[in-house]
């Protein structure tokens, strides 16, 4: 790898930016996350919809914000997981079951998105190391391998 790809952060677009990072390179844009939010949002609409039109759950639902993005900028877990399916990526929650049972080793995984306090960042292994940002977590922003194997 000849440079590492660092998207600073504008505004509240954490999640554009953590999606940019993982993937080395400019590749989504607010618009683009913004219209991926938009259609979960309709997916959602029309599965409510199917329990009656009429019924006071399907109106409370309409009167509702998005779950999926805010006025802020701000994005959910289903709005990145979406964007990573166009590069055949897949998010696998680490306290799910699916995660148990794959037996997944952390150490071998190549990069992990986080949220913290509403806040989404990428942990990447570049080489031997995995970056994370240091002004997020107050540490030293490089992790690298200790002899028992954890970062």
Request: hydrophobic letters at 35%.
């Given at each position: 790898?000849?440079?590492?790809?660092?998207?600073?952060?504008?505004?509240?677009?954490?999640?554009?930016?953590?999606?940019?990072?993982?993937?080395?390179?400019?590749?989504?844009?607010?618009?683009?996350?913004?219209?991926?939010?938009?259609?979960?949002?309709?997916?959602?609409?029309?599965?409510?919809?199917?329990?009656?039109?009429?019924?006071?759950?399907?109106?409370?639902?309409?009167?509702?914000?998005?779950?999926?993005?805010?006025?802020?900028?701000?994005?959910?877990?289903?709005?990145?997981?979406n964007a990573l399916k166009v590069w055949g990526l897949e998010i696998i929650l680490f306290n799910s079951r699916e995660y148990q049972s794959l037996m997944i080793n952390p150490i071998n995984e190549k990069a992990f998105i986080c949220n913290y306090k509403e806040h989404w960042f990428t942990i990447r292994k570049l080489g031997q190391q995995r970056r994370r940002p240091r002004q997020v977590l107050g540490m030293d922003n490089v992790c690298k391998e200790n002899s028992s194997g954890h970062p």
């Open positions: 790898m000849d440079s590492i790809f660092h998207e600073k952060q504008e505004g509240s677009l954490c999640a554009q930016h953590c999606l940019n990072n993982l993937l080395q390179g400019e590749y989504f844009t607010p618009v683009d996350l913004s219209s991926i939010a938009h259609q979960l949002d309709e997916e959602e609409r029309m599965r409510m919809a199917e329990g009656g039109m009429a019924s006071e759950e399907y109106r409370t639902f309409l009167q509702q914000p998005s779950g999926n993005m805010d006025d802020s900028g701000f994005f959910s877990i289903q709005v990145i997981s």
